[in-house]
């Protein structure tokens, strides 16, 4: 079993629709927990940051982690075009970072 | 404010060719790292530094090496390039410690013919 399992996509959806990704991990020991944005032919950047389980929302993204089943989502609603874009997701024990494999989402007009 | 920069953009090398990728930063991070990403493989760690005159091993070191002589810069080089180096190489920095949130430069496309 991989570390890190992220379903690659392209998942598809038409503007305003509610987008859900998610992650999967087997360490018990990660405790941080991020979902990067990557646009096409740029690198990746921040989008959420979460330590621990619970819900952490910003505008219209929401990250959700449930330590106890190693399950990570990100939520986005009311979706828009300039969303689409590959979304990694990426935690932590210690000084280095594992990443998923990423998943594009595509959000048509 | 820059970030993180990363020269050149693009390169193609032939098979055996000796280069060097390019990484600086101005936010006085401690922690950087290069990592390597190919397609719909996400992102593999290459190698990291946690300080000048510190580097270490990632998931992939194999056909690169690293330095860090200043806090700024933190040069890749790959000393006889193969086919199974194309990909694209982001450098990324970080304060460190248990604050994981990368700041990651625009990347490198490299091909090896």
């Known amino acids: 079993q991989k570390e890190v399992e992220q379903d690659p996509g392209p998942l598809s959806v038409p503007e305003g629709a509610i987008v859900s990704l998610n992650c999967t991990y087997s360490n018990s020991a990660f405790q941080y927990f991020m979902w990067y944005r990557q646009y096409s032919r740029k690198g990746p950047e921040l989008l959420m940051y979460?330590?621990?389980?619970g819900n952490k929302e910003d505008g219209r993204f929401t990250a959700q982690v449930d330590k106890s089943s190693k399950y990570i989502s990100l939520f986005i609603r009311d979706s828009q075009p300039s969303d689409s874009a590959t979304y990694l997701c990426?935690?932590?024990?210690?000084?280095?970072?594992?990443f998923g494999k990423g998943t594009m989402l595509l959000v048509s007009p | 404010n820059a970030g993180v920069t990363q020269t050149p953009k693009f390169r193609i090398l032939k098979i055996g060719q000796s280069m060097t990728l390019q990484c600086t930063q101005d936010m006085n991070h401690n922690y950087m790292y290069w990592y390597r990403q190919d397609p719909g493989m996400g992102l593999k760690l290459i190698y990291y530094s946690v300080g000048a005159g510190i580097t270490d091993k990632g998931e992939v070191p194999n056909g690169y090496n690293v330095s860090r002589s200043t806090t700024e810069d933190f040069p890749l080089r790959l000393e006889l390039a193969a086919p199974s180096q194309t990909s694209v190489y982001f450098c990324?920095?970080?304060?460190?410690?248990?604050?994981?949130?990368?700041?990651f430069g625009s990347g490198t496309q490299l091909s090896v013919l």
């Open positions: 990324a920095s970080t304060w460190g410690g248990r604050d994981e949130k990368l700041f």
């Open positions: 979460t330590y621990s389980s």
């Open positions: 990426a935690m932590s024990a210690a000084r280095t970072l594992t």
